[in-house]
């Protein structure tokens, strides 16, 4: 307020009380939250009296009707969805931020037709229960060539639960080079870490070479892990192992190897004009145990990721998927850990607690 001003009046100013009365008799009470109509009576009456402070307004502009129409746009703009449709003119087709991969019209129709009860979860022929994996095992097995498959949420948390399937408590190896950073902020040390496995560096930001992985091989040893650098790349004065040739040392050394594609894809993409990406096929192709990738990036769908690999290594993906359980331990910070571990896959899959064992 201006030095010298006079001080303005509130007397004239509704109340809340009277304010949300004014409110109920109009019926905004029947279309929101009554918790939600009071916050917005509350902070139209709070905006009046900063005007008159301010000296943006006069008492007598400050009338009941008026400060209902300024709550009721309140009402209209909070209640109002989020999501807007949006033009992307931004050069990127599959962009994450603007709803990633847009479904296609078959897509949009079968989500649709299980948008009510569906048989996501019961065995059509005996009306037992089954398994959501039954609708896209068969399709993506097909698709990819590998003996089994599976779908998660994303591909974060499909790397996750490898790591803690196959190498909990023992150690991974991975080129300092493929240490990446993905949108939300997903690291691939944190999530390491949050599996439960003791992260191994080798080689160097710009050059990895077969040696680095093969002198770091100990008997803690669980997996060799390989990182597609999917959103950026390294040119120049670099060199990086090719997953057939992390294949051909893990079956010397009897270790699995874990490729990582991030979005990947499953055409040729030179054919089209674009930069070559390494494609699911050839992953499966040249041996890698697991393959886990974007699912909507490559396939236009909903969100999921999905885990290729050999049948066994999937029995066991699937055992730590569905349990999402850790072994108890004496030690305060290794609990601590393994809680944190187990919350991640848990959460994953839609589970916000910890297991019983943690």
């Known amino acids: 307020m201006p030095a010298g001003a006079e001080r303005p009046s509130f007397r004239r100013l509704p109340s809340v009380e009277r304010l949300l009365q ?4 109009s019926g905004a009470l029947g279309r929101h939250p009554r918790r939600l109509v009071v916050a917005c009576a509350r902070e139209a009456v709070e905006q009046a009296r900063r005007r008159l402070i301010e000296g943006r307004t006069v008492p007598d502009e400050i009338t009941v009707d008026a400060l209902a129409a300024q709550a ?4 209209a703009e909070r209640s109002a969805p989020s999501l807007d449709r949006a033009i992307n003119a931004t050069g990127i087709v599959i962009h994450t931020n603007l709803g990633r991969a847009p479904l296609a019209p078959a897509a949009r129709a079968a989500v649709a037709a299980a948008a009510g009860y569906a048989v996501l979860e019961i065995d059509r022929a005996s009306g037992a229960r089954g398994s959501r994996q039954s609708h896209v095992r068969g399709l993506l097995r097909e698709l990819t060539g590998a003996e089994a498959a599976l779908a998660v949420n994303n591909n974060a948390a499909a790397v996750l639960l490898a790591l803690a399937a196959l190498a909990r408590g023992r150690a991974a190896i991975v080129s300092r080079g493929e240490l990446v950073e993905i949108g939300g902020s997903f690291r691939m040390p944190d999530v ?3 599996s439960g496995c003791r992260l191994v560096e080798v080689g160097t930001t710009n050059k990895t070479y077969l040696a680095d992985y093969e002198a770091a091989l100990t008997p803690e040893t669980a997996l060799l892990v390989k990182v597609h650098r999917s959103n950026f790349a390294m ?3 670099v060199h990086e192992t090719s997953p057939a040739e992390l294949v051909a040392l893990g079956r010397r050394a ?3 190897v874990l490729f990582d594609m991030g979005s990947g894809a499953f055409v040729d993409l030179r054919a089209r004009g674009l930069p070559a990406e390494p494609t699911v096929q050839a992953a499966v192709a040249a041996g890698c145990d697991v393959v886990t990738f974007s699912g909507d990036k490559l396939l236009g769908g909903p969100r999921p990721a999905c885990w290729w690999g050999g049948r066994r290594r999937s029995r066991g993906f699937a055992r730590t998927r569905s349990r999402g359980r850790c072994a108890s331990t004496s030690s305060t910070s290794r609990r601590s850990r393994r809680r944190s ?10 589970r916000r607690s910890p297991c019983s064992a943690c």
């Not at 004014?22 to 008799?25: F, G, I, Y």
């Not at 571990?341 to 839609?350: F, L």
């Open 22 to 25: 004014h409110l109920e008799a």
């Open 72 to 75: 009721e746009a309140l009402l």
């Open 192 to 194: 390491m870490a949050a």
């Open 235 to 237: 040119r120049g004065f």
């Open 254 to 256: 009897g270790v699995p």
């Open 341 to 350: 571990a187990c919350i991640a896959i848990r959460t994953a899959h839609g």
